[in-house]
């Protein structure tokens, strides 16, 4: 590894100075953050869906077209993989997805947070296939990695878990924290996605966490009938779901993050296209 570099991340050395200053006048991800609300017509999506999963034994849901739509994009467009870290900017050497499980669909039930890394040549089905994988793994354990390391911190003083949490977050400015830590922390990762859809909730804005360095949160509200103007200019009551999107500013403009977004759309829209890999990958270090 280069000096300079990090276990997850490559140094990006050859940006412009513009770019490298925003991390020194913007010194937090709370105040880089931007928003983006879209509402999607999920028409084609649900047929796919159903076409797809008559053939299927394990079925594919519509958060698992996400998944595999959101690491498609970050394949495609890596500024987004990028994370500001000790006012430095890194490309992410992963496409690191993390999102929330329920062990059991009742109130009641824990959450577990999963983070999966995943080839960017990955396609819908060999998502689905990780991600199933994962789920039903996880719901087994007793505990995952993040609840056991915050029910061990959190029993001790609190002046303890101050220093703990301070030297956690030095050795990460520094870019010092181990790969083994780096690689289970769910926080530590390319996007973060929140079906709340699944338990019945619209779309939320969700907050830019100061731990971590995830630059991108998506939040997908839950399938409905709304009124929508189709192509021929009729009003028409169509399946939709509101999507949201958090952003950190600086590791990208606003035009390439907003035409980002329009891909992912447009994977969900056409899961079509996930069902093959891709056919050209730019070069994600290019700058470093």
């Known amino acids: 590894m280069v000096f300079g570099d990090r276990p997850d991340g490559v140094r990006l050395r050859k940006l412009p100075g513009f770019r490298k200053i925003f991390p020194f006048l913007m010194r937090t991800r709370t105040e880089s953050a931007v928003y983006f609300s879209k509402r999607l017509?999920?028409?084609?999506?649900?047929?796919?869906?159903?076409?797809?999963?008559?053939?299927?034994?394990?079925?594919?849901?519509?958060?698992y077209v996400a998944l595999a739509a959101g690491v498609r994009t970050l394949a495609l467009r890596p500024e987004v993989n990028r994370f500001v870290a000790g006012r430095r900017i890194y490309q992410r050497r992963t496409?690191?997805?993390?999102?929330?499980?329920?062990?059991?669909?009742?109130?009641?039930?824990?959450?577990?947070?999963?983070?999966?890394?995943?080839d960017p040549r990955s396609t819908i089905d060999e998502v689905a296939r990780r991600v199933q994988e994962a789920v039903g793994s996880a719901r087994q354990s007793e505990t995952s990695f993040d609840e056991k390391l915050t029910n061990s911190v959190t029993a001790l003083p609190r002046p303890i878990v101050r220093l703990i949490v301070a030297t956690l977050r030095f050795l990460d400015y520094h870019?010092?924290?181990?790969?083994?830590?780096?690689?289970?922390?769910?926080l530590h990762t390319s996007a973060f996605l929140a079906n709340l859809g699944s338990i019945g909730l619209d779309a939320a804005f969700h907050h830019m966490?100061?731990?971590?360095?995830?630059?991108?949160?998506?939040?997908i509200g839950k399938l409905k009938k709304e009124p929508i103007v189709n192509e021929r200019g009729e009003l028409?009551?169509?399946?939709?779901?509101?999507?949201?999107?958090?952003?950190?500013e600086r590791v990208t403009d606003g035009v390439y993050l907003s035409k980002t977004i329009e891909l992912f759309l447009d994977f969900i829209r056409k899961p079509e296209k996930l069902e093959s890999p891709p056919a050209n990958l730019p070069d994600p270090f290019a700058l470093a």
């Open 236 to 248: 028409e009551a169509a399946e939709v779901v509101d999507i949201n999107f958090s952003g950190d």
């Open 209 to 219: 966490y100061e731990w971590g360095n995830a630059s991108i949160f998506v939040v």
């Open 41 to 63: 017509s999920v028409a084609p999506t649900l047929v796919w869906l159903e076409r797809t999963n008559a053939r299927r034994d394990r079925k594919i849901s519509f958060f």
């Open 175 to 186: 870019g010092w924290l181990p790969a083994s830590f780096l690689k289970d922390d769910s």
């Open 95 to 118: 496409i690191d997805l993390s999102f929330v499980v329920k062990r059991e669909l009742t109130e009641e039930a824990s959450e577990i947070t999963l983070k999966l890394t995943f």
